[in-house]
């Protein structure tokens, strides 16, 4: 079987991309480790695969949930970096995602240790830089999908991660829901294209980039966006249906973090998502999926809170709002 699909990898257009980030826009880069699971080189198998994430990262974070919410914990395993990359004071430098179980001092000076955060468990480095120079590549990005068996890195693009798990390793999921069905995959395309471009990138574009015109088109582009989803929503379970895709757990990674992070950290401060029913409801929908409570639940959150607040301004991280993310889909505290 082989991975079907373009998966919508997560890029912007490259074109005349230093001029753009001089004039203040974020770009986002470009992944380039690109095999794939189903190959002969990287044959799909039980247990032989492995992923290296950072849950406040939310393209780390949808693989881990296709992989929590399919039940794929016994055929992938995982190891998770501290929430926060290093500061120049670092003996590695700065910006440099890491394993520190055993915790780290943040910006605001106090030492925090969250315990989903583990070593790596296959390789024992320290640093995630090292287990791509292991394979011969100078990158530094997760999420990575490894080869135990080789110990290469097979992929560090998450959409074409996140594909992989749904096809080729669907036959050793618990739970073999169909992500990515036959019948809708042009539909799944089509709608992953403007909700990355509008919601999960577009987020990025708001809180990221110091240019006010590319800010402004962001932040007008995102709440079109939830608008448009809060309209497909109407009388459905699910954005294409009776039944959760692979585009709802796109959009659930962004949204996830709207009210608690982004409405703040990324100037999304139109609206809550409360004021939109449709998306309110299916948030609630979501977050009781089987399987996906172990990958959503507060202490996840304050991974994403330390990652986003943690290195910006005075380092200080907030400690609203009330209720978060158990709300979703219920009444308000």
């Not at 608690?260 to 009781?288: I, S």
């Not at 943690?310 to 993310?325: D, E, H, L, S, V």
Request: with cysteine; glycine share 10%; proline share 5%.
């Amino acid at each position: 079987m082989a991975v079907v699909g373009s998966a919508g990898v997560t890029t912007d257009d490259q074109t005349n991309a230093a001029e753009r980030r001089a004039g203040g826009e974020f770009v986002r880069g470009v992944s380039s480790a690109r095999s794939f699971i189903g190959s002969e080189e990287f044959p799909a198998e039980s247990d032989r695969y492995h992923l290296y994430i950072a849950f406040n990262c939310p393209w780390c974070h949808r693989v881990a949930l296709v992989r929590a919410v399919l039940g794929l914990e016994d055929a992938i395993s995982m190891d998770v970096c501290f929430p926060g990359r290093t500061t120049s004071a670092d003996e590695r430098g700065e910006n440099l995602w890491r394993f520190a179980p055993e915790g780290a001092t943040g910006q605001n000076g106090r030492h925090v240790t969250f315990p989903e955060c583990t070593t790596d468990t296959v390789g024992g480095k320290k640093y995630i830089v090292d287990i791509y120079a292991e394979s011969g590549l100078e990158q530094k990005s997760i999420p990575i999908l490894y080869d135990k068996v080789s110990r290469k890195v097979v992929n560090n693009e998450s959409a074409e991660i996140m594909r992989m798990f749904e096809t080729v390793m669907l036959p050793y999921a618990k739970r073999p829901l169909e992500l990515y069905p036959p019948s809708l995959q042009q539909e799944v395309e089509d709608t992953n294209t403007w909700l990355y471009t509008d919601i999960n990138n577009g987020a990025y574009k708001a809180g990221f980039s110091s240019n006010q015109d590319v800010y402004e088109a962001a932040f007008a582009a995102y709440f079109a966006a939830l608008e448009r989803l809060n309209g497909l929503l109407e009388g459905k379970s699910f954005i294409l249906g009776d039944a959760v895709t692979e585009c709802d757990l796109r959009a659930f990674t962004t949204l996830w973090r709207h009210d608690p992070v982004y409405h703040n950290r990324m100037k999304l401060n139109q609206a809550f998502l409360f004021e939109y029913a449709g998306v309110w409801k299916w948030m609630g929908r979501m977050m009781a999926l089987p399987g996906i409570e172990s990958v959503v639940h507060e202490g996840i959150l304050a991974h994403a809170k330390q990652g986003y607040f943690g290195r910006t301004g005075n380092g200080t991280i907030p400690i609203g709002p009330k209720g978060y993310p158990q709300c979703y889909g219920k009444a308000r505290p």
